[in-house]
């Protein structure tokens, strides 16, 4: 079927309508009516070929809400007018060790991202949530709660399970310290997640202007990177950091903040690091580790979570028509803390 859409026609142009061929829906299928679609720093890096390997004409877009419009005869789980959502994969291999673990993002043979992938029904590639309809196996489609607010609830397919992944994985719980380093889309749902798991959460970050925000979205204490006599004061301190800077920088200041035994996880830069310092690890066996997305259980529990403790993201909504404006201001850090597009201005 056609489908509308906005897409990259190269890494030097600005996203325009573009019409794309969605597969029919077959026996294990959704077919999902698209009412919102994030718009993650992943879209711009991968629209601009940021990373190489970006296969032309591109609909970027992983953090999807909409509703069920059809689905397959082997479909159960969903029903037409559910409201639903889709992240960063649409498939994985089923069968590796990771896939039966339920970790999909770790798929040995490499998961199938929503957009940007090789397609394995369709032949091609993927292409992502810039669109009025997508079709997604019902295993890789998660149910939304109607009680929070949907528009608001799009970037936490990406944004929120992101940090609410490495938060359980290593087993955040109520009076630890946990530092959050870095204040945008990442790093302001990490705030809000701690909080609600019951740490005791500190927003470090290099700007005192976004101490005040920080304290508003649930920050404890706000500590100030570049003042070193206030990282002295805290180190040694924190149960676990979550380090969600997106480009390369010193984690070395970071790492001398945990405990001995305890973890900084790297979720934003997804690039080089500059020189880590062994001593500071060794010394006390402090340890940086990475986290990627979560698996498709995970997702759902971290969607739950947030109904239940009332969590959604903080949003600027947008048209489709302004998207390219929308890139140049989430490069600027421009926005609090993230886009989201009105899909329904694709078709009107």
Known sequence: MKVAAYAAPSATEDLAPYDIDRRDVGENDVLIDIEYCGVCHSDIHTARNDWHGTQYPIVPGHEIIGRVLEVGKGVSEFKEGQLVGVGCMVDSCRHCHSCEEGLEQYCEEGLVATYNSEDPISGGITQGGYSDKIVVDKDFVLSVSEKLDTKAVAPLLCAGITTYSPLRQWN????????????????????????????????????????????????????????????????????????????????????????????????????????????????????????????????????????????????????????NDAYERVIKSDVKYRFVIDMKSLTQ
């Open 172 to 323: 955040v719980k109520k009076g630890d310290k946990v530092g959050v380093i870095g204040l945008g889309g990442l790093g302001h749902m990490g705030v809000k997640l701690a909080k609600a798991m019951g740490a005791e959460v500190v927003m470090i970050t290099t700007s005192p202007d976004k101490g005040k925000d920080a304290k508003r979205l649930g920050a404890d204490e706000v500590l100030i990177s570049k003042d070193e006599e206030a990282m002295k004061q805290h180190a040694n301190s924190f149960d676990f950091l979550l380090n969600t800077v997106p480009v390369p920088h010193d984690v070395n200041p970071y790492v001398n903040l945990l405990k001995r035994d305890k973890t900084m996880v790297i979720v934003g830069a997804i690039a080089p690091l500059p020189d880590i310092h062994g001593g500071g690890l060794i010394m006390k066996r402090k340890r940086i580790a990475g986290s990627l997305i979560g698996g498709i259980k995970e997702t759902q529990e971290m969607l739950d979570f947030c109904a239940e403790h009332n969590i959604v993201s903080d949003i600027e909504m947008i048209d489709i028509q302004n998207i």
